[in-house]
Each structure stands twice: as C-alpha cells, then as structure tokens.
C-alpha cells in the first residue's frame, strides 16, 4: 500500500526543512518506503475533506490503507514501529527509544516553540523584552540537562532512533538563535543528524516543494 503524506503547498518555514512534514519524510528515509505526498494550501486545510483526517487542521497527515493518522510523533512512531531501522529489538531499549520521543515533543520542544512565537509574532507587544529572555532561561535548562546527558556519545541511547530523530528535528529550530553554540556536544549531535543520508533525502524534497512554490 502507498504511503500517503500531506505537507504545505507553500511552507511559511521559506524552505528551511522546519515544517512537520520533514521528521514524517526523514523517518520514512531511513527506513526505506516510498510515499506520495498531497501538496495543501492553507485554505484547503481548514476544508472538510483534511479535517475529517486531521481535525486542528494542520500538516502533516499520514494515510496507509484504512488507517489516517496526525500528529508528526504519532506518524513518527507508527513508521518505526512498522520498519526496522528506528527502533532497537530489545524491549527494554525500545521503551527507551520511545522516551526520548516524548521527551523531545513534550519536554523540549514546547519553550523552544514558544520562543519562536514571540520572536515572530510578539515582537511589537509591550511585553516582548522583558519576557524573552525567561523563555530563553528555560530553554537553556533545558539545553544544560540534554547536554549532560548526552554527554560524548553519539546519541541518546546507543545507536540512532526515532528519539535521536524527533530531538534533531527539535534542536534544528534552534539553528541562528545562538542558544545551542554554549553547548558544542548538542551542536555537535545536530550535525551529525542532518549529516545522514535520510536526512539529506528528506531535506532536499521538502526544499524542492518551496523552491517550485510560485512567488508571492
């Protein structure tokens, strides 16, 4: 069965490999399967037909068969839980695995994407100054407590996941803002994620979707 993806037919991300769709695309990479992809505006993701499969009327979707799914993680999940290559064989490891998923989403991500709101949508609010740089603390701590972590090793836990996957695709958001350059490990662990070949795939047909994008 072809696996079917939905990505921004014009990504506000400007082609940067930032919108969802580019962790769903990586993780089909690195495990080998093909997908066709459904190329949406942003007013036909508020019609019917995309919110009856995602209902917040967002990117990406998954479609294999019956089963539609949203939700970038639960896309992620589901492609290397299916696949090898994304998860280990080992119970326990598995489990872990899947940790460091939910830590990225769930722990990580969310200041990281807050901060990102206010620099480009708050800017000109009365409270952007002085609130920046608390949500920058926190991101901060959290950076520290990865970087530990991690500390030299490759990955989070042995050989690359999905959880090295979802935290690269993460941390890439960080990429200009300076705050990874404290913590050359974490810089260190973002290059060798996007230095994959999966990556590199996945990258360049996100990139090629902005690129024939019509101006304006």
Not at 42 to 50: L, R, Y
């Amino acid at each position: 069965m072809t696996i079917t993806i939905t990505a921004f037919e014009r990504s506000p991300d400007r082609g940067r490999g930032l919108a969802r769709d580019m962790s769903v695309r990586w993780a089909l990479e690195e495990v080998g399967q093909p997908y066709a992809v459904r190329l949406l505006s942003f007013e036909a993701m508020k019609e019917p037909a995309h919110l009856a499969l995602q209902p917040f009327g967002q990117i990406p979707t998954y479609e294999e068969g019956d089963l539609a799914l949203f939700e970038s993680g639960a896309i992620v999940l589901r492609i290397a839980e299916r696949h090898a290559g994304l998860l280990p064989a080992d119970p326990e490891a598995r489990a872990r695995a899947v940790a460091w998923m939910f830590a990225a989403l769930a722990t990580m991500e969310p200041p990281i994407v807050e901060r990102e709101t206010a620099v480009l949508l708050e800017r000109n609010e009365p409270w952007y100054e002085p609130r920046l740089p608390i949500v920058e603390g926190r991101i901060r701590r959290r950076l520290d407590a990865l970087s530990a972590r991690l500390g030299a090793a490759d990955w989070l836990d042995g050989a690359f996941s999905a959880g090295d996957l979802l935290m690269v695709s993460v941390l890439r958001r960080l990429e200009g803002s300076g705050l990874l350059d404290a913590f050359p490990n974490l810089s260190a662990y973002v290059a060798r994620g996007k230095a994959r070949p999966a990556f590199g795939r996945a990258f360049a047909a996100q990139r090629a979707v902005f690129a024939a994008a019509p101006a304006g």
